[in-house]
């Protein structure tokens, strides 16, 4: 029934009718299971900023279920009061019984690591050992924006600061005059298919643009394909930017959810919303939501409808996102929003 679902929305969002007011796209969008704007109306605020104020954000969640079926959420805090692209000062890892009511139970600080800033981590579980993994990203000893790891634990409360090592960084140049990513950021990892998959930003000549790497063990990575070309381009809405959000799979392949920005946007680096494509092999993409995005912040502030960072899993028959969206003080909360019910 789950493939079923999918299949018609799949079909319903590649050709349903899509809207656009002012330069800033409004999804119209209508399926078996209802109005897809209108679940987005819905949600469940799961974790705000330390301060309630613009600037101040709570967002880029990693969510898992173990096998007790206790959730873990791992998230970035970042503060006003510092330079921008370095003010992520912590991960939180919260913990709950029913992946609604979380109570933090653990923090990195990036003077523990010692890192510059963090952004968004990914949490997971190694399938094999059943041990949790920690990836998280920042400037690593003053050098470009790489992948960060922490060592495995058995409980998200063990994971240590100073066990960080790098994972993912930008490759040497073959020649002189290759134009190569600099910089690797905000990883969405999973293991499908007998292998971990890792989608990162990856930035070149200052645009930002989707890169998979795939590793055997989560430790030691390898670009799928070329490490050149991102397996998204910078077109339609999301022409200034496009980054991964997360996958989720459907049975018969994965949705690839995605977020962009586009140049007439207000402030395009930070104003996000998200999209969702399809794949098949967790590499060749197609987009299907081309012309609008899926999802915008349903309370903005006057410049901004940031929809991004979202996390999305499968909880029994219904289909949970956690996301970090926009408020009309221009402050970012962890918000749930839950689809099929």
Not at 75 to 85: E, L, Q
Request: net charge negative; proline share 8%; hydrophobic share 40%.
């Amino acid at each position: 029934m789950r493939v079923f679902q999918i299949g018609l929305l799949l079909l319903t969002l590649y050709h349903g009718d899509l809207l656009a007011e002012e330069q800033q796209p409004k999804p119209a969008l209508a399926s078996v299971l209802g109005s897809v704007p209108a679940k987005f109306q819905q949600y469940q605020v799961i974790l705000e900023p330390d301060k309630d104020e613009a600037e101040w954000w709570a967002g880029a969640p990693s969510v898992v279920r173990d096998k007790a079926r206790v959730f873990w959420l791992a998230c970035r805090m970042r503060t006003a009061d510092a330079p921008r692209g370095l003010r992520g000062y912590e991960i939180r890892i919260l913990r709950s019984d029913d992946g609604l009511h979380f109570k933090a139970v653990h923090r990195i600080g990036r003077e523990q690591v010692p890192i510059p800033g963090f952004e968004r981590p990914a949490l997971l579980i190694d399938p094999d050992t059943g041990k949790f993994k920690l990836y998280a990203c920042g400037p690593w000893k003053s050098g470009p924006w790489s992948i960060i790891k922490f060592d495995d634990v058995d409980r998200p409360t063990e994971f240590r600061p100073n066990s960080a090592k790098v994972v993912i960084a930008p490759r040497p140049k073959s020649y002189d005059r290759d134009i190569i990513v600099d910089g690797y950021k905000d990883p969405f990892i999973l293991y499908a298919e007998g292998a971990y998959h890792c989608y990162v930003i990856g930035t070149m000549r200052r645009t930002e643009r989707i890169y998979h790497y795939r590793s055997a063990d989560g430790e030691r990575w390898e670009p799928v394909g070329s490490p050149y070309q991102s397996i998204m381009d910078l077109t339609d809405w999301h022409d200034f930017y496009v980054r991964p959000a997360s996958v989720v799979p459907v049975g018969v392949g994965y949705l690839f959810l995605y977020e962009g920005s586009n140049c007439d946007w207000h402030d395009p680096v930070y104003n996000m919303a998200t999209g969702v494509a399809f794949t098949f092999d967790l590499h060749h993409v197609t987009d299907l939501t081309p012309e609008t995005p899926l999802a915008m912040s349903t309370t903005p502030s006057p410049h901004f409808h940031t929809w991004r960072y979202s996390h999305w899993m499968w909880v029994e028959d219904e289909l949970w996102i956690y996301a970090e969206v926009g408020k009309p003080n221009e402050s970012n909360e962890i918000r749930l929003f839950r689809l099929y019910r």
